[in-house]
């Protein structure tokens, strides 16, 4: 998903177009100190701003303006004439005025966190007791309009870009450039997404569902995933609640009842505000590093309600490729006391670099929010979420319908964008740029002459010991998004065993409503089996058979495949999804220096190295919380934090199809992500199973090893392939994520941006005896750890130049077992914020 922000880095393009007035500058005390929180606005008008920590502003209005403002309490105003309409880089010197010497109060450094000495504090522990009171939440049921718009622009306009070869030819594009109210930049809008909905809620059922009305598109052909990108990081949030979510991350609330411990808190003034007598509160973070922010909120003096507010990220705060956030939010008085949303304003700066130049892209999301209706109860039954649920004709509104619904209008730039992006996409060379994007995020090239994608090109090399290097190729059918049926093939080969390898799959969605799919497929393959205690049933599940070069231990414990299969997949109910399965495999080692022998009296000299067997299967899955986009016969997760529970029933049939062993399987995963507030994400695993009857090593649960330098989260990063065989498991794996909590409070470390994890990984098994018997002429080992649970920890540094981990493994037991690891050191890459 984070790679689509990478895609738009290729969709660089700028201009200049200008609003009446701009201004910007700083402003400065008499020793050249900074002054925060300064007013700036136009004379005679009601347009202002406030300086940052920093002394630095910007401001913009469509009208024109003759005279600049600049005061601070206890330093004397100064009115600067506007000669030119653009007034950048300005810088304002305020002297304090003589007479107020003696009452000029500044505040710097840590605030009193107790009430008797800071006047703030205590407004800050009335909003905690009156929020439960504040909101929606104070309504049985709650009913309103809202309206959407996201936008991504490509900021940092100068001459050099504008001049540059990659633009030539799409020079059009720098009549839509604008400079933003917030930062000052210039942009060149990219993408444009509205859309108009209608939300219900149930406050005693905890029920709420969003109706789309109007959904209307420009920018690129797969729009869909680009919104549900945006949304996911712009999700929906509560500033009441103590923890809010953006990238992945957790941010401490400037209304948190931690608060107090995080930030500073200063009242700095008192006043009306939409004839509602409110108090004026800057605060600022005591510590650097964390995720937090730098602003200030007004707040009513009966409800305690918040008015507005606007927060800022820190500079210094522990994220990736995120250079600024800034947000809105103002609040609507309805029936003399109650505050609601009104509008909600997000933007994100994204870059490589957090240098103040440096280029980068908005992402910008406004929601406003009306016609709110309290009160009316609807059925239980309205609320149900149905599985498949698209709304065409919300997506074909005319110009009557944008004009009748929008909440707010479209400003002469935002109007400009549609032209411009329906132009561009008919250049070619913008179509090579985009398709560029496009095969970094997808991992697949686009053939639309035929209606193909050719991929995944992640794939296309591997390298094992029974292959050598192996090449792959292959492709899918790709109509659009929400394809119905969709034929999936590859091939590959070794150039070590010279043998060619292939498989294709075929899945077809026969009625919508459930999501009834059926699908079908073979594959003639190497695998490593025993990778995983909970397979996948996908006939083309991803081959575990390619490794790196260089590895802890020998990796030729490999399984040549046959297996051919059926399966039914529906969804009745919103994330709860069942599925029955057919498959025949056919097992047996790939090389010699492996095996997968097993008695068999029926065989010449009493063992037989080759398994067949059908197994049918039934399984279940739920993924509460999750969020999908599209509605063909794939589909893509659009959110990373839920739960994951799975349930499954395998049974093999001796005699069905000529199969060999008659036999049950039950397992059980869970999955779940835990967000400690400020302490990071706690990611666990539990996982369990039981296999009644005899079975041979290629159908047994092997405790997953992991014999590669890369961290593989669900493997034991100390164990060898088939050290430890069972047909009775448990496992738990636990990954603590603290962000950089704990580096950033160390001096010499809290620059770098580091993150520390912690892990914790254990399995208990059992194996019987005639399973031991039936596998002797295998030569393994059969070992499980019955007498006493194997575990490992580790500790890890993640964050390095932001885009690799490191971690440090640590065998806890089993020790004396040959050629055991006792410690060893993997790593990863991955684009995290």
Known sequence: MKYNLLAFLCL????????????????????????????????????GTITDENGKFYLQSDNTWETLVVSFVGYETIELPLEKKVNYNLKFTLIEEAAALNEVVIYTGKQSKKEEENPAIAILKKIWARKRFNGLKQFKQYEYDKYEKIEFDLNTIDSALMKSKLFKGMEFVFEQTDTSSVTGKTYLPMFINEAVSKVYGDNTTNKEKEQLKGNKNSGFDNNQIVIDFIDDLYSDYNIYDNYLKFFDKSFVSPISRTGINTYNYVLIDSAFVDNKWCYNIVYYPRRKNELTFKGDFWVNDTTFAIKNINMHASKSANINWVKDIYIEQDFEVLNDSVFLIKRDYFMSDFSFQKKEKARGVYGKRTTLYDNYVFNFKRP??????EVYNPNDQAFERDSTF???????????DEKGIYTMLDTLRTVKKFKRLYSIGEILASGYIELDEINMDYGPIFSTFGFNEVEGMRIRTGGRTYFTPHDPWRIEGFAAYGFKDQKFKYGISLKAMIEKKNRLIISGGYRKDVEQIGVNLTSSQDVLGRSLASSS??????????????????????????????????????????????SLAYRDPEAPNGVNDVVKQYESTVSLSYYPNRRMTGYGVERYVVNDYFARLFVQVARGDKGLLNSDFDYTKLQFSYMQPW????????????????????????????IPGNQSYFSIYNTFSQLDFYEFVTDTYASLHAEHNFNGRIFSRIPFLRKLNLREIVGFRAAWGDISDANIYLNEPNGIPLIAPTDKIYYEYSFGVGNIFRVFR????????????????????????????
Do not use: C
């Open 549 to 594: 070069l260089v590895t802890t231990s020998p990796n030729d414990k490999l399984t040549k495949i046959e297996l051919g299969g059926l399966a039914v997949d529906f969804e009745p109910i919103k994330n709860l999804e069942f599925r029955i399965t057919g498959n025949y495999r056919v097992l047996e080692s790939a090389s010699p220096t492996f």
């Open 806 to 833: 490191i971690d440090f493994n640590f065998r806890g037991n089993y020790k004396d077992a040959p050629n055991a690891r006792d410690f060893g050191v993997t790593g990863t890459f991955g684009f995290n914020f």
């Open 12 to 47: 660089l393009g700028i201009t200049f177009g200008f609003a009446q007035s701009k201004v910007s500058g700083y402003v400065m005390d008499e020793k050249d100190e900074p002054i925060a929180y300064a007013n700036v606005f136009f004379k005679s008008s009601s347009e």
């Open 402 to 412: 944008w004009q009748k619904h929008r909440l707010e209008e479209l400003n002469k």
């Open 675 to 702: 967000r400690i507030g400020g302490l990071g994400v706690l990611n666990t695993t539990l996982e369990a199973g039981k296999t009644f009857g005899d079975v041979p090593l290629g159908l047994l649960s092997v």
């Open 380 to 385: 239980e039954s309205f609320y149900k979420e």
